[in-house]
C-alpha cells in the first residue's frame, strides 16, 4: 500500500453546501463532498442544506446544520 495519505477535502470550521443522500446506522444524514463522507445529525435524505465541518478523520468527517 502506498504511503501518500490523500488530504480531506472538507477542513474543520468550513462550511459547504451538500445534499443528504444516505443515513447511517445510527440515523445521521450521510453527505459527501468530493467522494468524502460526512455524516450530519438531524437531517434526512433528500435536505439540500448549508453544513459545519467539526471534526475530520482519515475517512470521514463530522458536521452540523448552520442556518
Known sequence: MENSEKSAPVAVGETYEVSIDDIAKKGDGI???EGFVIFV???K???KIKIKVNKVMRKFAFGEKVE
Open 31 to 33: 453527505a459527501r463532498v
Open 41 to 43: 445529525p438531524q437531517t
Open 45 to 47: 435524505v433528500g435536505d
